[in-house]
């Protein structure tokens, strides 16, 4: 696995475009408003039928304070008390999706994302999982895989007990860059200590699995105090790294505005950046999984991507690919069978068509036959770094040269250039192709060249 990787700069300075980070395919680009609450009903009662196993995603909102680099949907407010009405829309959104599923559909996972979802206060937090509980069959022998993500300025040891006792078993940090400079120069003053103590709480409680977020690419940052944040992260030993590329899109997100572009790294620094933190972190013993993610050999995204059963959806890299995903909350997407739909991204608008008793379902896409089969090679790529043609052949009853005969000398040069192998049955991810997989399942997008390339990330 030490080969998992290898940095070939001069062939990253030639793949690095823009392009989708595939949590799904078609992307949230391609979503649109003839998708409505008839068909998530539809999707719902063909879930129910199949007793297909569930994962929730709980949206909340609101943060206290404001990250410059964030491109989340959030609220800033100081105001706690904005969590209780949108506590009971949300209570209402539940209520109203589990009535057309079967109560015996088991939710293997639960996530909270956000925003903070410890603005909410501990009353909120046991009134909110005690609803869930109510309407869905939430696992009760801590099987499930139930996180949250978690603001260190905005959680401490009895936070971190209240969340074991409901029956979080994951936690997700975000930490972003350990440096002062930095830490203000993106409004996000956040301690080692702070973040330590969290973490030293979920092992006392045996929470599960510590996942840490780091941001690569921020203003004021080096190579070098980059490389040290990084080493104090792998002292706090996690299990799960996420490692992101930050992309400055001032024009999209608001609060980017307020980053000076003047001291953001170069594209060289970022790279080298990358590249260091590749080597610290595959030295002390982490394993890349894909798309920025690191993990220990004994995790469960480890342990997958080795039997090839990894999978990737609206949460990123999972190993509960085959539940139905039940998107909750402001802006919250579902992934149900072959439809993809997404809820209102305003607040307002949001609250308002729950507290008239109806879903706010605002776009989404059915997947088409092409659809499917396209999701299947990026899956296939993304997650394993090889796809058989067999497999897909056999699942979709094509022919795989001849149905992408077109994309073939797209794929031919990039075997010359030593990003893939390319044979008559398979294609494999080369080491040095590795950190440019988006680049490889771009060339199956469709969707692709509809869209300006300024809306993506880079790659790296």
């Not at 063909?46 to 297909?52: I, L, P």
């Not at 993610?293 to 999978?311: C, N, R, V, W, Y």
């Not at 999701?375 to 052949?393: G, K, P, T, W, Y």
Request: with cysteine; charged share 25%.
């Amino acid at each position: 696995m030490l080969d998992a990787i290898r940095w070939d700069t001069d062939l990253i300075r030639r793949y690095d475009l823009a392009g989708p980070r595939y949590t799904s395919y078609p992307t949230a680009m391609q979503f649109n408003s003839q998708v409505g609450t008839f068909d998530l009903f539809h999707a719902l009662r063909d879930s129910r039928k199949a007793q297909r196993p569930l994962s929730l995603y709980v949206h909340v909102p609101f943060c206290a304070n404001i990250c410059y680099y964030c491109a989340c949907n959030k609220v800033i407010t100081k105001d706690r008390g904005r969590a209780q009405p949108y506590l009971q829309r949300l209570e209402q959104e539940i209520q109203l999706i589990a009535c057309h599923l079967d109560p015996t559909q088991k939710v293997e996972q639960l996530h909270f994302g956000g925003g903070t979802p410890t603005f909410l206060s501990h009353d909120e937090l046991r009134q909110l999982m005690a609803h869930l509980r109510k309407h869905f069959n939430l696992l009760d022998d801590d099987s499930g895989d139930y996180g949250i993500e978690i603001d260190p300025r905005e959680a401490d040891w009895s936070t971190m007990g209240l969340l074991r006792e409901l029956g979080f078993n994951r936690v997700s940090i975000g930490l972003q860059d350990l440096d002062p400079a930095v830490q203000r120069a993106v409004n996000r003053l956040q301690s080692l200590e702070e973040t330590r103590a969290v973490i030293d709480a979920a092992r006392t409680l045996q929470f599960r699995s510590i996942n840490i977020d780091l941001i690569y690419g921020l203003p004021r940052q080096t190579p070098e105090n980059f490389a040290r944040t990084v080493e104090e992260v792998i002292n706090l030993q996690p299990d799960r790294l996420s490692v992101f590329n930050y992309a400055h899109l001032p024009e999209r997100f608001m609060p980017q505005r307020r980053i000076n572009s003047n001291e953001l790294p170069t594209p060289a620094q970022k790279l080298e950046m990358l590249q260091r933190t590749i080597e610290q972190l595959i030295s002390a013993g982490y394993r890349y999984i894909g798309m920025d993610h690191f993990a220990l050999p004994d995790d469960e995204l480890a342990i997958a991507q080795e039997e090839s059963t990894l999978q990737r959806n609206f949460q990123g890299y999972t190993t509960h690919g085959h539940c139905d995903l039940i998107g909750l909350g402001v802006s919250a997407i579902s992934q149900i069978g072959d439809l993809y739909c997404q809820n209102s991204s305003d607040l307002n608008h949001y609250q308002n068509t729950l507290a008239s008793m109806q879903l706010a379902t605002s776009r989404g896409l059915l997947c088409n036959a092409d659809d499917r089969l396209r999701r299947a090679v990026i899956q296939q790529l993304i997650c394993n770094f090889s796809l058989e043609f067999s497999d897909i052949e056999q699942a979709f009853n094509v022919d795989f040269q001849g149905y992408f005969g077109e994309l073939w000398p797209q794929l031919q040069d990039m075997a010359k250039d030593g990003l893939i192998e390319l044979d008559r049955d398979r294609i494999t991810i080369l080491p040095a192709g590795r950190l440019l997989v988006r680049s490889v399942c771009m060339v199956f997008d469709a969707y692709l060249e509809q869209h300006s390339r300024q809306r993506f990330s880079r790659v790296i």
